[in-house]
């Protein structure tokens, strides 16, 4: 605008982004966003500098500008036309201007040199040396300086173009220690997630020296006076949030708690549509709200460093009509027990394509069940009102094949799924997804075969599974990986047969459907089929004859150059009877309004 004429002196503009720095005791404005509000005009009373360091404007002739004779000047440079003054004004005397970086560096030095007040050193010596006042020592860093006579900065509002900013926060999450390596070197950080009262979220992070001054110092839920830390442009690939730069914190950084006076909220969600997420948005972090599907038991996998982990897979659905499967990893997996129908908010969990679209948490993670928010109570009155019975897309593989399109299962009887195997035999690369609702009549496990040995080993997140051979020296070889282990993970693999009124179907289940269905895990069972056989087959007994509704896939198999259809159980629910009725109710209501639609017509054709 500077190098077009579009602003000059005189001109009446609008600043609609700016910051004020105060450099070498000079008040500097940095405008980010302007907008031209009328060209040249006479000047409006006397203005007067705030710089008391510059000298003020002397009385002038008012400045009359002649529209008939304005010709607009040759573009200019921008230092030019901003250094161009009135024509009445004196001239300032020139100042040489150093770097932002060498003053605040300069200053800095000069402050770190600056001797202790011998008040502040009788203060110190007096001080006790409690936790809270070992905190309090703590976060005045190389100052006593109290940020609570501060201006408080809203995060939004952040930039590394400021030297001097205030900010006060709720810490919302904070991450364990963690190590790190690298070309550089190695050393170890953690990082906090903050909230403001305007709602601003950012992450803060710190390393090496400052996890002793600060970790302990920044709990989780308390509210806290932060400055004297530096910004840097945020890395996406590592959080949610979606301010542009993260704090860093230095050893002279100032973290003060302060009082909670309950105007910043807790937490602050993103929640995003479960029908939006797509396989392209991979390894993106969001917030996802919805209702509990199914709730898997947990289950214990060795990580490749040999330690235990946990790990629990819950589906979630929400009103877009969608549901999604999502992993919860270690202490969160733990916490409590998640019931289903119950309301599961989701705060920065990370996007995965395995299988279509699946959902995992991280050490920044936060699960928060049936929270009090409006978001929360509108869902729980959508499901118990409609949602529990409406179709729900799964985000599996089936839903993003065929250009992109969203398929629904085909809800089916047995004998319907019978004839689906005409279907499937001639396209023997597709698969197809089913919804069926039947009662388990047998569980087959002749000759033990209703488990195999899998693979403990675990690469980026993902479990190997693969089968393991009993080397006959207490160790097991996996080929896959290609090493050998002092122990397997026992995985369910069976066969059931389940029916309805229309028929029955023999049914392959794996590890996640068989814990569904046995409600424990493998390793549970055979622990009881070596103490006591007769118990063995009383868990059998007591879980047969159970109605569910089964998500089945179908899909043409090659074995001894033959074509065979299998179909296999992705996930049992047990029968919501009030949702089960429902249905039924609206499938009667169909049925009977059917013949009126049908006779409407013909008496239209009769009149």
């Not at 700016?18 to 509000?37: A, E, F, L």
């Not at 304005?70 to 440079?77: A, I, M, R, V």
């Not at 040199?113 to 050193?121: F, G, L, N, T």
Request: glycine share 4%; proline share 6%; charged share 20%.
């Amino acid at each position: 605008m500077v190098r077009t004429n579009a602003i000059q002196v005189f001109s009446i503009i609008r600043l609609t982004e700016y910051m004020v720095n105060t450099v070498q005791n000079r008040k500097i404005c940095i405008i980010m966003s302007i907008s031209n509000i009328s060209p040249p005009c006479a000047r409006i009373g006397m203005p007067q500098n705030i710089d008391p360091h510059q000298p003020q404007p002397q009385p002038q002739q008012q400045y009359q500008p002649q529209p008939q004779q304005y010709q607009p000047q040759q573009p200019q440079p921008a230092a030019q036309a901003f250094q161009q003054p009135p024509p009445p004004q004196q001239p300032r005397p020139q100042q040489q201007l150093q770097p932002a970086r060498y003053q605040q560096a300069q200053q800095q030095q000069q402050y770190q040199q600056r001797p202790p007040q011998p008040q502040q050193q009788q203060q110190q010596q007096q001080q006790p040396q409690s936790q809270f006042h070992a905190y309090q020592q703590q976060s005045a860093g190389s100052s006593s300086e109290d940020l609570s006579t501060h201006r408080i900065q809203p995060i939004a509002t952040l930039t590394p173009h400021q030297n001097k900013w205030t900010i006060k926060a709720r810490v919302t999450s904070k991450s364990n220690i963690r190590e790190w390596t690298n070309a550089r070197g190695s050393g170890k950080l953690f990082s906090a997630d903050l909230v403001d009262a305007d709602g601003g979220e950012i992450r803060m992070t710190g390393f090496s020296d400052c996890i002793d001054k600060f970790y302990h110092l920044l709990e989780v839920n308390k509210v806290f006076l932060i400055s004297r830390a530096t910004l840097k442009a945020a890395n996406r690939r590592f959080t949610a949030i979606k301010h542009d730069y993260e704090i860093t914190l230095k050893t002279d950084s100032i973290v003060q708690p302060c009082a909670d006076e309950g105007r910043i909220p807790t937490t602050k969600y993103s929640f995003v549509p479960i029908s939006s997420l797509k396989p392209e948005m991979k390894d993106e972090y969001i917030d996802v709200i919805g209702i509990v599907q199914v709730a898997a038991n947990i289950t214990k996998i060795m990580t490749r460093a040999g330690h235990e982990l946990s790990k629990r897979n819950l589906t979630l659905a929400d009103k877009s009509g969608s549901s999604i499967e999502i992993t919860l990893w270690g202490e969160t997996a733990e916490r409590s027990e998640v019931p289903v129908n119950s309301v599961v908010a989701c705060k920065s969990c990370r996007i995965s394509d395995y299988n279509g679209v699946t959902l995992s948490t991280n050490p920044q993670s936060k699960i928060e069940l049936s929270p009090d928010i409006p978001e929360a109570l509108a869902l729980k009155a959508w499901w118990d009102a409609e949602g529990s019975s409406a179709p729900v897309y799964a985000k599996t593989a089936s839903s993003f094949q065929g250009g992109g399109r969203t398929f629904q299962d085909k809800v089916v009887t047995f004998a319907q799924l019978k004839e689906e195997q005409a279907v499937l035999s001639q396209s023997p690369e597709s698969r197809e997804f089913y919804q069926v609702t039947g009662t388990v009549t047998l569980f087959r496990r002749d000759n033990n075969k209703f488990f195999y040995m899998a693979c403990p080993n675990t690469n980026s997140g993902k479990e190997c599974n693969r089968k393991v051979t009993d080397n006959g020296d207490g160790m097991f070889h996996c080929a896959a990986c290609g090493r050998d282990f002092d122990h397997y993970n026992a995985r369910y693999i069976m066969n059931i047969t389940a029916s309805d009124h229309t028929g029955s179907m023999y049914l392959s289940c794996f590890n996640e459907s068989g814990r569904q269905l046995l409600n424990m895990d493998c390793r549970k069972l055979l622990e009881i089929k070596g103490q006591s056989e007769s118990q063995f087959d009383a868990v059998f007994t007591e879980r047969s004859f159970r109605k569910y509704t089964f998500k089945v896939r179908g899909q043409a198999e090659e074995y001894n150059q033959e074509t065979r259809i299998k179909f296999s159980v992705l996930n049992a629910t047990p029968l919501d009877w009030v949702a089960e009725s429902r249905k039924l109710l609206q499938q009667i209501a169909e049925m009977q309004a059917q013949p009126a639609q049908q006779q409407q017509p013909q008496d239209q054709q009769m009149l």
